[in-house]
């Protein structure tokens, strides 16, 4: 059994999430009473909302039991943790959670001050200007810069 976030959202723009219990070898998801209640006194003058609950990073729809509980739809697979170090570290790269993509965005805004701190000091030590000294000034800027937009990127706005 694992705990996985439901969402049921109905046509109207009400949308109710929650957490709810999920037994993998069934696809059935146990929500709370509370939810069960919500969702009748809703059916009366709501339509029918659409169910998707997100499951070891993946969002997949959900039907309506009789018993007022919800199993994944048939056909769906969710997928299994990966398994060993290197599996979780390629899992990360390339899904990355709202936290890891928040301070990987702030890593990237901390090398890109870092650069341009460097490229400051870089400045004020430099004495004789020739081409490579400019140009290795201004790859520390442009480095910045870029650092800073790919980590604002990186935290999509949050």
Not at 62 to 90: C, H, N, W, Y
Not at 131 to 144: E, P, R, V, Y
């Amino acid at each position: 059994m694992e705990i996985i976030k439901i969402k049921v959202e109905f046509p109207g723009g009400l949308t109710i999430t929650d957490s709810a219990t999920w037994r993998e070898k069934d696809g059935q998801v146990y929500v709370s009473d509370r939810l069960k209640q919500v969702l009748r006194e809703l059916d009366v003058t709501e339509a029918p909302p659409v169910v998707t609950a997100t499951c070891r990073g993946q969002t997949v729809s959900m039907e309506l039991t009789s018993s007022g509980d919800f199993r994944l739809k048939s056909g769906q697979i969710v997928l299994q943790p990966p398994k060993g170090a290197l599996a979780q570290l390629r899992r990360i790269l390339r899904q990355p959670s709202k936290d890891q993509r928040q301070q990987f965005g702030r890593f990237l805004h901390t090398l890109s001050a870092g650069s341009v701190i460097g490229a400051v000091g870089f400045c004020h030590s430099t004495t004789n200007w020739t081409f490579q000294n400019t140009l290795a000034a201004a790859n520390l800027c442009i480095g910045g810069v870029l650092l800073f937009y790919i980590g604002i990127l990186s935290m999509d706005g949050e």
